[in-house]
């Protein structure tokens, strides 16, 4: 597997099973994903620019990708508990909640996953 390959599926593969698998810990330590994120993006854009990998534009954008996917959970579980008062439960392994908290987990999935494939698509 290439270098850029390996960058482009785990920057979105991180974030998206962090949120499946450690969903309460996100829930109590926000702060600690988006910082994450931060070094992570920090770490990629440091070693891209050290490679000699030709299609970097492509590998910077893959980059941003966790540090996105902090900031959107951040935004969108705020958005959340602003409406209902309260953070979205968990529904992916287990089946309690309403439909607004499957409805942001389908969201949140589909932003993380989809929005970057596309920006990639079109670059």
């Not at 440091?46 to 900031?71: F, G, H, R």
Request: net charge neutral; charged share 15%; hydrophobic share 55%.
């Amino acid at each position: 597997m290439d270098l850029d390959t390996f960058i482009y599926l785990s920057a979105i593969l991180i974030p998206l099973s962090a949120f499946v698998f450690l969903r309460k810990y996100i829930d109590k330590n926000n702060l600690w994903f988006i910082t994450g994120g931060g070094i992570v993006t920090i770490v990629g854009y440091l070693s891209i620019y050290i490679s000699t990998i030709e299609d970097k534009k492509v590998l910077y954008i893959n980059m941003i990708v966790p540090l996105y996917a902090a900031l959107l959970y951040k935004g969108i579980s705020y958005l959340f508990f602003k409406q209902f008062n309260r953070l979205p439960i968990d529904t992916f392994f287990e089946h309690e909640g309403n439909i607004w908290d499957r409805l942001f987990n389908i969201i949140y999935t589909f932003l993380i996953t989809v929005v970057p494939l596309l920006l990639l698509l079109f670059i």
